[in-house]
């Protein structure tokens, strides 16, 4: 093969040129620690590596994620343990106010600090976050949930809704709770269902234990859960149906006559006083429903005289209060007997109502408990993860230090040979020799 003089350079600086490239991509993968500058450099491990990078950046965020679901559920956890210890003062207000040997003016001055606790009641309700919004008015972040005072009563101006965050890959965590199931939602757990006499009976009947005994048929999707027992009596003779919002007796499977009053006796059940009603047919009835449950009415009620019998309905606890506040305010010393009644049954309802309230922020309490255990539980997931996911990252990125140190240096030498040997060989030529 002929050997020209221009191949010789161009051969030579082509080698020079390949070898300072080697040198300084090693150079780089020093200075970076990492084995892949381009994709180029090992495609398979580049794809990898970026699957790796986006699931790891994803984690980050689930990470984020979390803590701003642990700062929302501290907060509210912590306004509510508030609110609880607001409503065990109040428990304590009642309990003092319900004194028969108080006068007029010492139940205001309780009232006064009641008034003050309402109020502040209020604004924990209406507590804010650190950037505006409101906690507990759903997904209204920027309503002001409760508005009102003890006179004017309190009204919800925000929404059922729930804020969900996502803070693991299968995970939407509840980070809020809504204004209305806190402080409008208590139910009496220590009642069945609620049963209440007619304000026109005329007798002096009185219903109690309201009583579940099977809570299969009591939530049967058949079972309205409204019902309404009326008495009829003639002389010393007492008889009752029980009719559901229908208008059908629940005895005899049929229209009720009381549906048309006045009503007319007899009627198909016997009342027997203090004993058990049972909410289902007479064994007689073909086709009639037991709904598994029952009440107790005691006295003598008159004929006509009603009970109704309806689900157990929520309470506010700010109008539990309310309505005790102003009844408390009204004086009670020379008023009657009935007046005096009334106001007890009041103050009773109202220490109900209040510890109904305090199970009710407590079961909520520790729903938020249970979230921010497991927030803590994910968290440790999302650092393993993490840790994980950086191993794979290094494995396949990463550059191995000694041998990228050993082939600089191999390189280097090898380019300073080639630099020697390039200057040698370019001196080769026939115009040296003439």
Do not use: C
């Not at 209040?354 to 520790?366: C, G, H, I, K, T």
């Not at 994980?388 to 990125?397: F, H, N």
Request: hydrophobic letters at 35%.
């Amino acid at each position: 093969m002929r050997v020209s003089t221009q191949m010789v350079f161009d051969t030579g600086v082509a080698n020079l040129q390949k070898k300072n490239s080697e040198a300084l991509k090693l150079q780089q993968q020093l200075a970076t620690q990492k084995r892949i500058l381009t994709p180029s450099d090992d495609p398979v491990a580049a794809a990898q590596a970026l699957e790796v990078t986006q699931a790891k950046s994803l984690n980050d965020q689930y990470t984020k994620n979390q803590g701003y679901a642990s700062d929302s559920l501290a907060l509210a956890e912590g306004q509510l343990q508030s609110a609880e210890e607001l409503i065990q003062r109040v428990y304590e207000l009642t309990v003092q106010i319900g004194n028969s040997t108080l006068s007029d003016v010492d139940r205001k001055s309780i009232t006064a600090e009641m008034r003050q606790r309402f109020d502040e009641l209020v604004g924990i309700a209406n507590q804010q976050d650190g950037i505006g919004n409101y906690l507990f008015s759903g997904f209204k972040g920027d309503t002001k949930p409760f508005v009102g005072t003890v006179d004017t009563g309190v009204t919800y101006h925000g929404d059922e809704g729930q804020r969900l965050l996502r803070v693991s890959p299968s995970r939407d965590m509840r980070v809020s709770e809504s204004g209305r199931d806190l402080f409008l939602g208590a139910t009496d757990s220590s009642l069945a269902f609620s049963a209440n006499a007619s304000e026109l009976n005329s007798g002096n009947g009185i219903v109690s234990a309201p009583t579940i005994s099977d809570t299969t048929k009591w939530n049967n999707v058949l079972n309205p859960k409204n019902f309404t027992i009326h008495f009829a009596t003639v002389g010393v003779n007492t008889t009752y149906d029980i009719v559901d919002d229908t208008g059908v007796s629940l005895l005899t499977n049929t229209q009720s006559a009381v549906s048309t009053p006045p009503v007319v006796p007899p009627l198909p059940g016997t009342y027997v006083a203090g004993a058990a009603i049972e909410l289902k047919a007479l064994a007689s009835t073909v086709g009639g429903m037991d709904y598994g449950a029952s009440v107790v009415i005691s006295g003598s009620p008159g004929n006509g005289d009603s009970f109704s019998i309806r689900p157990s309905q929520p309470i506010s606890v700010f109008n539990s209060m309310r309505d005790l506040i102003l009844a408390a305010e009204q004086p009670l010393q020379g008023m009657s007997e009935s007046i005096r009644t009334s106001f007890s049954k009041q103050v009773q309802s109202t220490l109900g109502n209040m510890l109904s309230a305090q199970d009710n922020l407590l079961r909520y309490r520790s729903e938020m408990g249970a979230r921010m255990s497991e927030l803590d539980s994910l968290g440790d997931a999302s650092s393993q993860r993490d840790l994980d996911y950086t191993s794979t990252l290094s494995r396949l990125t990463d550059v191995d230090m000694t041998a990228a140190i050993s082939d600089l240096n191999q390189t280097q030498i090898t380019l300073q040979a080639a630099q020697l040997s390039f200057t040698k060989i370019s001196q080769l030529s026939l115009f040296n020799y003439i």
